[in-house]
């Protein structure tokens, strides 16, 4: 995917299809942000996530991964100067290459629905090993409700927006792939999880448990 043509009317796009629905998605995350140490956003986009959060955590250093170089531009016309120390842009395919560090919080905004089953198969279980015990996963993305009029709402909305992305990005997804099996399947936990527009869209706190003590091995 190429994210660089659609970067300066992502955001007006955005609004023009849900409104505010994708941001009241996106704020809802950051309930989980504040005490939040070394954090890895992937595919940020415009910045618009990554300025809030580095509102609500002063001391977070925050590692931010796109392959856009358009994208990371308008990231980093949004970072306040007193911050800029504290935020690394990197320009990388995160199915190819991911940063060699941990994390006690990542970041995965309308991302996941970017990759086929194959790739997500790759990239879940890779990126859960950057993931420290007791750490968080946050997610926020479109889904597929099970049944009903819902699914068929977001069926007609997923198929316009991967036929668009198709042609303007050359994205070669074609459906949301099943995250949640894998993510299970590595061992995190879904802790909260909220739904808007019909259960389209979808905010998710994942996290893996903490390593269990030596207490608890002895008892
Ligand atoms: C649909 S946009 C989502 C942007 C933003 N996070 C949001 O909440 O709207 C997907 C973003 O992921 C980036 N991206 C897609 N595939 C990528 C990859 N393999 N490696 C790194 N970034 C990627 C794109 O450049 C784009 O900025």
Redesign the pocket.
């Known amino acids: ?4 043509p ?2 300066s009317i ?1 955001r007006p796009l ?1 609004y023009l299809a849900f409104g505010r629905a ?1 941001e009241r ?2 704020i809802k995350l950051l309930e989980a942000a504040p005490g939040r140490k070394r954090v890895l ?6 910045g ?2 990554l300025s809030w959060l580095l509102a609500c955590t002063t001391h977070a250093k925050v590692d931010v ?4 170089q358009r ?2 531009d308008l990231a980093k016309s949004k970072i306040q100067p007193r911050d800029m120390a504290r935020v690394r842009l990197l ?6 290459e991911l940063p060699e560090a941990t994390y006690d919080t990542i ?5 996941l ?3 086929t089953e194959q ?1 997500v198969n790759q ?1 879940v279980p890779a990126v859960s090993r950057l993931l420290e015990p007791g750490g968080v996963w946050l997610v ?1 993305d479109f889904h597929l409700p099970e049944r009903g009029l819902r699914r068929f709402h977001a069926q007609v909305w997923l198929t316009v927006m991967y036929r668009f ?1 198709a042609m303007t ?1 050359g ?1 070669r997804a074609r459906r949301i792939p099943d995250y949640v099996a894998l993510m299970k399947g590595v061992g995190l936990t879904v802790e909260r999880e909220r739904y808007w527009r019909a259960g389209m869209i979808t905010a998710q706190v994942w996290r893996r448990p903490t390593a269990p003590s030596v207490a608890s091995f002895r008892s």
Not at 1 to 4: F, I, L, Q, S, T
């Open positions: 995917m190429n994210a660089d659609l970067a992502y955005e994708l998605c996106r956003i992937i595919g940020e986009g415009d618009r996530f991964v796109d392959s856009s994208m990371l320009r990388q395919d995160v199915l190819r970041v995965t905004n309308f991302f629905d970017c990759l790739e990239f926020g992305f990005t994205l």
